[in-house]
């Protein structure tokens, strides 16, 4: 059974920077890229980018990018978010999310696992 | 990338049918058969309801289909049931190697 599991809720400060985990299980981690998805309470999802668990390779959406950081630690099958210089409106459950299929496989487009959800809450 | 366009609300009775539309540009929606919607019941995680426009995955009721046409991707859900009642998101892969959602359909059964 596919299962990601996601470090419990944080408080943190106006301008510092959180780390979320998310372990996974019941599969192989270097075949499948990890994206991160954030959702502000009452609003849509927001992807905020992946990596390649093989290689370490990056690819971040626009509007995170140089605030955000993921990788991918291969000897525990975790990977980490880590968003920096918080402000009020990063106050957001995190969700990590993995691939149904694949790299390899070449269909890889359908982001079919997710996480429990992390609640980062930044306030002063 | 800006967000996908979906419609804010559709509601429904049982067993009707409804549709809940995604638009995007030729760099997401138009440009490949990527499109996967997803289901998200309040303080739950997203779950997958379809993926490559129009397929299934196994356990998914066949009530769910998607289509697509230009730069629009539909979602219809047929013969509603109360358990239906949950927002919606359309997601596409993109031109920039990345992925984008749309900004959320709340489905309401009447």
């Known amino acids: 059974e596919v299962q990601l599991v996601q470090s419990g809720a944080e408080v943190k400060k106006p301008g510092a920077t959180v780390k979320i985990s998310c372990k996974v299980s019941?599969?192989?981690?270097?075949?499948?890229?990890m994206h991160w998805v954030q959702q502000a309470p009452g609003k849509g999802l927001e992807w905020m980018g992946l990596v390649d668990p093989e290689d370490g390779e990056t690819i971040y959406a626009e509007k995170f990018q140089g605030r955000v950081t993921i990788t991918a630690d291969t000897s525990t099958d975790t990977a980490y978010m880590e968003l920096s210089s918080l402000r009020s409106e990063d106050t957001a459950v995190y969700y990590c999310?993995?691939?149904?299929?694949?790299?390899?496989?070449?269909?890889?487009?359908?982001?079919?696992?997710w996480g429990q959800g992390t609640l980062v809450t930044v306030s002063s | 990338q800006s967000a996908l366009t979906q419609p804010a609300s559709v509601s429904g009775s049982p067993g009707q049918s409804i549709t809940i539309s995604c638009t995007g540009t030729?760099?997401?929606?138009?440009?490949?058969?990527?499109v996967s919607w997803y289901q998200q019941h309040p303080g739950k995680a997203p779950k997958l309801m379809i993926y490559?426009?129009?397929k299934r995955p196994s356990g998914v009721s066949n009530r769910f289909s998607g289509s697509k046409s230009g730069n629009t991707a539909s979602l219809t859900i047929s013969g509603l049931q109360a358990e239906d009642e949950a927002d919606y998101y359309c997601?596409?892969?993109?031109?920039?190697?990345?992925?984008?959602f749309g900004g959320g359909t709340k489905l309401t059964v009447l």
């Open positions: 999310a993995t691939n149904t299929r694949p790299i390899w496989s070449g269909y890889y487009f359908d982001i079919g696992y």
């Open positions: 030729s760099s997401d929606v138009g440009g490949y058969n990527y």
């Open positions: 490559d426009v129009s």
């Open positions: 997601s596409s892969y993109t031109s920039s190697s990345t992925w984008v």
């Open positions: 019941g599969y192989t981690f270097t075949d499948y890229y």
